[in-house]
């Protein structure tokens, strides 16, 4: 008689780094200049809007291991008036780009795709080359 298959819980031997308290603060230091420096004066202008969206304000937060970057937007008034439809009111708020803490001075940056997925582009990457990697290339704005 043959066994039968069953499907069993197997978690993963890996284990997420946990970003040291002191690190974490000066990540986010850096990673609030860099919002508040480049991202903020390129994209959020109200009166002017981007396409159908108007961007009302960049910023990040932790999660785990994890820096999100989060764009918060609302549809603009050309949009209602072009569609005929009426999309959703209020502000939205949606993340953009992330960047994984792995080790001291070592980050995975990813941006989210219209696939409602991650991208990994740059693995193992140091500090400098994250902030370099966001400002310089378009894939990680809003």
Do not use: C
């Not at 209020?90 to 991208?119: C, M, S």
């Amino acid at each position: 008689m043959a066994d039968k298959k069953r499907w069993v819980y197997s978690p993963s031997n890996y284990s997420k780094p946990k970003v040291p308290d002191d690190e974490k603060k000066m990540l986010t230091q850096q990673f609030e200049r860099l919002i508040e420096e480049e991202l903020k004066p390129r994209y959020v202008n109200p009166e002017s809007p981007r396409g159908w969206t108007v961007i009302e304000d960049i910023f990040g937060k932790w999660y785990r291991n994890f820096f999100h970057f989060y764009r918060v937007y609302q549809f603009s008034e050309d949009m209602r008036q072009s569609t005929g439809e009426m999309p959703p009111r209020g502000p939205i708020e949606d993340r953009f780009t992330r960047i994984e803490y792995l080790e001291r001075d070592k980050f995975n940056v990813a941006y989210f795709r219209h696939t409602n997925q991650w991208w990994t582009v740059n693995r193992g990457i140091s500090l400098q080359q994250v902030l370099e990697e966001i400002t310089k290339n378009e894939i990680f704005h809003p």
